[in-house]
Every structure is written in structure tokens, then in C-alpha cells.
């Protein structure tokens, strides 16, 4: 029979051995926990301003820099091409443009998303853009298309935008507007794009366009169509009889913008590639830049 005492004993001599303790070694218990691991400090990247960015999305861009190449097809990173290849331009608006749109706030999977859209995989369209109306320098090296609706809130808010890149690249950029009219949502942005095209017939596209933006938006029937013309002081009989053939051409827009796989609008391309994320006219400017560093 074992008495107390010795199964006291042996409930300190076990004791060890259940708390995960070796019973038989002669090191001390280290209670300290190890040091936390120093936080990394990135040394900026001059020309890539991170100012305006949270915390999270600082950690973000340093990441991303890391995981993609250079975008002079270089096997370095990103980080390492604008540090130490002052050659490779692209790279800069490569960064810039990660800035941009985590400035914008979208997930990370949407700024790789992008990203991957315009450096690692562009694809560019070529548009028919014969009858489209055209606004800038006919030879100019960088090409916008638009693709608008009439009736869109967004697309008006894009025009002054617009407006300010015409203005600051005279000479350098020519736009292209395409009708996309999304019935659905706005039934007279189909029939107010071929009212505008019909204006165009007398050289007054871009007079219409901007009677067009400069409305509501809410009611762009016939009779607001008719008084735009009439302000214009279009051949009214012309006018009209013009409408019904530019309806073809709205939808041929319509269906060249379908095959480009756009699903909303304001749509805006610049050499052909797809320009997402921000619309303002920094961000369009950055793009174009891009293009006329090459």
C-alpha cells in the first residue's frame, strides 16, 4: 500500500513532465519571450510620392514593387529597375500607377487586376474610327476613343476632363467619340446620339455634344432635340432627315463597343489599350505620358 507521502513524491517528481518540462535537465526556465522582429524600412523611391496613402496600403505597394518585374521586361523587380535603371522610364509610371489605385482604395486583387491589364498583359484594339468625330491634331502621336452615352452622369462629368488634356497636349493627342447608349437605363441616349451625329453632317457634332452635357440629362427626346438644333441654327429639314440614317452608325459604335467587351460607360482607350482605374485628368495624363516617353 502506498502511503500518502510517496504518492505526493511522486506527483512533484511527474509534475515536469506534464507541463512539457524535460525532468531531468539542469537549464533554467526561459520566461523572456524572443525580441520582436524589427519592423522593414524601405529607403523611398525617387519620383513615387506615398504621402497620400494609409499605412495598409504603404505595406501594399512595397509588396507589390517586390513581386513584379520590370516593365522593361527586365528579370529584376520593380524596387530594383527604379533604383538602379535610370533607362527604364516605364517602370516610374509602373509605380505611379499602383499609387493611383490604392490612392483609389480598390482591393489588392483589383490592383493586380489592373495592373496585370496594363503592364504585364496589355491588349490593344484597333477601332474604326473613319466617320467618328474627331477633336485634336489629325497626326497626333497618342490616340483617345471614348465610348459615351448621352445620358450618362459619368460621362458628363468626364468632358472637363477631357477638356483639360486637349488643352494641355495640343498637338500631342487627338479624341475620338464613340456611342455607347445604354437604353435600358437611358431611353433618348440613342436617339440624342444620332441627333448629334446628324448635327455633325453640318459641322456642329461637337456644338450638339456639348448642349447634350450641358443639360440635365434627364429628358433628351425630340423636343429638347429640336431646340438644341434650333440654337445651333441647324437646317432643321436637313437635321431631321439625317437622324434616321445615323442611327446605323450609333449602333455600329454600339456593337464595335460590345466586341471590345465594354459594360459601361464612359470607356476611354489611349493607343488602343483600355484605360481603368481613376478618370481624372492626372490620371489620363499619366497614361499618355507613358506613351510618349517610348
Not at 4 to 9: A, M, N, V
Request: net charge negative; aromatic share 8%; charged share 25%.
Amino acid at each position: 500500500m502506498i502511503s500518502s507521502r510517496s504518492s505526493l513524491l511522486c506527483s512533484l517528481l511527474l509534475l515536469p513532465l506534464f507541463m512539457g518540462v524535460t525532468a531531468c535537465s539542469d537549464k533554467k526556465a526561459d520566461a523572456t519571450p524572443p525580441p520582436a522582429a524589427a519592423p522593414v524600412v524601405h529607403q523611398p523611391l525617387s519620383g513615387i510620392d506615398l504621402s497620400s496613402l494609409h499605412d495598409s496600403d504603404v505595406k501594399g505597394f512595397w509588396m507589390l514593387v517586390a513581386k513584379y518585374p520590370s516593365a522593361c521586361g527586365k528579370a529584376h523587380s520593380l524596387e530594383t529597375s527604379i533604383r538602379t535603371d535610370p533607362s527604364c522610364k516605364r517602370s516610374i509610371f509602373a509605380a505611379r500607377y499602383i499609387v493611383r489605385l490604392l490612392k483609389a482604395g480598390l482591393l489588392p486583387s483589383e490592383v493586380e487586376e489592373h495592373y496585370e491589364a496594363r503592364f504585364v498583359d496589355p491588349k490593344r484594339i484597333a477601332f474604326d474610327t473613319k466617320n467618328a468625330p474627331m477633336r485634336g491634331a489629325a497626326n497626333a502621336p497618342v490616340t483617345l476613343v471614348e465610348f459615351s452615352d448621352f445620358q450618362c452622369p459619368h460621362c458628363k462629368h468626364l468632358q472637363p476632363e477631357l477638356d483639360k488634356v486637349l488643352e494641355d497636349y495640343k498637338g500631342q493627342v487627338k479624341l475620338y467619340f464613340k456611342n455607347y447608349p445604354i437604353s435600358r437605363a437611358h431611353p433618348d441616349a440613342a436617339l440624342a446620339a444620332a441627333a448629334a451625329l446628324a448635327a455633325g453632317k453640318q459641322g456642329k457634332f461637337w456644338a450638339f455634344h456639348d448642349k447634350l452635357f450641358g443639360s440635365d440629362q434627364l429628358h433628351e427626346g425630340m423636343p429638347v432635340l429640336e431646340q438644341y438644333a434650333k440654337d445651333l441654327k441647324l437646317d432643321m429639314n436637313k437635321w431631321k432627315a439625317d437622324i434616321e440614317p445615323m442611327k446605323a452608325q450609333v449602333e455600329a459604335d454600339h456593337q464595335e463597343g460590345e466586341k471590345a467587351n465594354i459594360d459601361s460607360t464612359p470607356t476611354l482607350f489611349i493607343n488602343g489599350r483600355k484605360h481603368d482605374g481613376p478618370k481624372s485628368a492626372e490620371d489620363i495624363k499619366d497614361w499618355i505620358d507613358e506613351d510618349l516617353s517610348k
